[in-house]
């Protein structure tokens, strides 16, 4: 798997390789988000968990409102549930388990009535991230013991929500701050996710 960095570096190259390249994001328009919420988790114990991230969606022209949009998510959440202390089942135990994920994400957006004041929008993608689990349980002698997993895992997501463009021109010429609301589900083997987000972001 492709670490992003080193996908960062393919994209520069592959720029830099352009008979005539373009410094990013000085003529074309972008807009730039942060963004938290909370959602729903498919884990036996932690079934919830929160988030916070950063993303860059830039329009493409002349293609009826599509957009690629890429982002950074950082989630974390905390449950118990049961562990076996044994194969057979027998001898069970209350466990506690922290769960952190970092993401990074890539899709393509369709945004409905561009321009205007309110923009609906749905998108779909791939998304790559890091999990790292903790817990913490007593066994069988009543001793605490402590024990972790961490991987790497892929999934695809579907995304819908609206954004409302205000405050055009305020802070600089040709450009707008965009507040907006969206809900997004991740299905992946391990850890799926229902999202719901909040966003703040800035475009020109």
Same mark, same amino acid.
């Given at each position: 798997?492709?670490?992003?960095?080193?996908?960062?570096?393919?994209?520069?190259?592959?720029?830099?390789?352009?008979?005539?390249?373009?410094?990013?994001?000085?003529?074309?328009?972008?807009?730039?988000?942060?963004?938290?919420?909370?959602?729903?988790?498919?884990?036996?114990?932690?079934?919830?968990?929160?988030?916070?991230?950063?993303?860059? !969606?830039?329009?493409?022209? $002349?293609? #009826? @409102?599509?957009?690629?949009? %890429?982002? =950074? *998510?950082?989630?974390?959440?905390?449950?118990?549930?049961?562990?076996?202390?044994?194969?057979?089942?027998?001898?069970?135990?209350?466990?506690?388990?922290?769960?952190?994920?970092?993401?990074?994400?890539?899709?393509?957006?369709?945004?409905?009535?561009?321009?205007?004041?309110?923009?609906?929008?749905?998108?779909?993608?791939?998304?790559?991230?890091?999990?790292?689990?903790?817990?913490?349980?007593?066994?069988?002698?009543? !001793?605490?013991?402590?024990? $972790?997993? #961490? @991987?790497?895992?892929?999934? %695809?997501? =579907? *995304?819908?929500?609206?954004?409302?463009?205000?405050?055009?021109?305020?802070?600089?010429?040709?450009?707008?701050?965009?507040?907006?609301?969206?809900?997004?589900?991740?299905?992946?083997?391990?850890?799926?996710?229902?999202?719901?987000?909040?966003?703040?972001?800035?475009?020109?």
């Amino acid at each position: 798997m492709l670490r992003p960095l080193t996908v960062a570096l393919l994209v520069f190259l592959l720029g830099a390789c352009r008979t005539n390249p373009a410094i990013p994001f000085r003529d074309d328009h972008w807009q730039f988000f942060a963004l938290g919420g909370y959602g729903a988790l498919k884990d036996d114990f932690v079934e919830h968990r929160s988030h916070v991230g950063f993303e860059v !969606v830039v329009p493409e022209e $002349g293609t #009826h @409102g599509w957009q690629n949009e %890429v982002g =950074l *998510r950082f989630s974390s959440g905390d449950g118990r549930g049961v562990r076996n202390l044994n194969h057979a089942g027998t001898s069970q135990t209350i466990s506690e388990r922290e769960l952190d994920f970092r993401e990074i994400y890539w899709g393509a957006r369709q945004v409905l009535r561009e321009g205007e004041a309110l923009e609906p929008f749905f998108s779909v993608g791939l998304a790559l991230f890091r999990f790292d689990s903790h817990e913490t349980f007593l066994d069988a002698g009543n !001793v605490e013991r402590h024990d $972790g997993d #961490h @991987g790497n895992e892929y999934g %695809v997501y =579907l *995304r819908t929500g609206i954004l409302w463009n205000t405050l055009r021109d305020v802070m600089a010429d040709d450009t707008e701050v965009k507040l907006g609301v969206d809900v997004r589900g991740l299905y992946a083997s391990d850890y799926s996710a229902l999202e719901f987000a909040l966003l703040i972001g800035l475009g020109r």
